[in-house]
T-cell receptor, first 112, second 117 residues
């Protein structure tokens, strides 16, 4: 079945540090790729997306490149801020648009 | 655009009672909506896919007689937790899918915190 693996647990950078959160997926069909962000007590929000190979999703300084050859969609940022602290989920979805498959989530806690 | 609401945001009920949670797409029509539950510090677990005008499709291990889903219109899906027990206490989140022009994005509601005493 379809699956996704992302950096697990907590990531604890300081403000100004660079960030990479890994995401690797395995799907039977050609997926669209999403990163969602969730703040405490809220539902996930769409953070960025890439619909096909070599597309780059961008939002608020974050980027993720759709790499079909390595089946990856790593989330990157050059300089994190304390306000970026949240839980991030990588979520592929096949082109037919069935339910998203969520990774286990990565908790980003940025210290000032 | 693409706003999804849920009601109520929090509910406390006694064991054995039923609770209904509403999920609405406010500015778009959604043929398909999804229901998830989330335990503390865990990921979202898909419970069922709700299709307007037809029966919901439940994931393996989810009791369809316990978690009743109705998708009566293109903007409303409801989840009813019947005969609730403390182990049903969780954070329930719905999402609605934007469709058309090759888009298959899902937008999530703010969630409903259910506590069964």
């Amino acid at each position: 079945g379809d699956s996704v693996v992302q950096t697990e647990g907590q990531v604890l950078p300081s403000e100004g540090d660079s960030l990479i959160v890994n995401c690797s997926y395995e799907t039977t069909q050609y997926p669209s790729l999403f990163w969602y962000v969730q703040y405490p007590g809220e539902g996930p929000q769409l953070h960025l997306k890439a619909m096909k190979a070599n597309d780059k999703g961008r939002n608020k300084g974050f980027e993720a490149m759709y790499r079909k050859e390595t089946t990856s969609f790593h989330l990157e940022k050059d300089s994190v801020q304390e306000s970026d602290s949240a839980v991030y989920f990588c979520a592929p979805s096949n082109q037919a648009g069935t339910a998203l498959i969520f990774g286990k989530g990565t908790t980003l806690s940025v210290s000032s | 655009g693409a706003v999804v609401s849920q009601h109520p945001s929090r509910v406390i009920c006694k064991s054995g009672t039923s609770v209904k949670i509403e999920c609405r797409s406010l500015d778009f029509q959604a043929t398909t909506m999804f229901w998830y539950r989330q335990f503390p510090k865990q990921s979202l677990m898909l419970m069922a896919t709700s299709n307007e005008g037809s029966k919901a499709t439940y994931e393996q291990g989810v009791e369809k007689d316990k978690f009743l889903i109705n998708h009566a219109s293109l903007t409303l899906s409801t989840l009813t937790v019947t005969s609730a027990h403390p182990e049903d206490s969780s954070f329930y989140i719905c999402s609605a899918r934007v469709e058309g022009q090759g888009r298959y994005e899902q937008y999530f509601g703010p969630g409903t915190r259910l506590t069964v005493t």
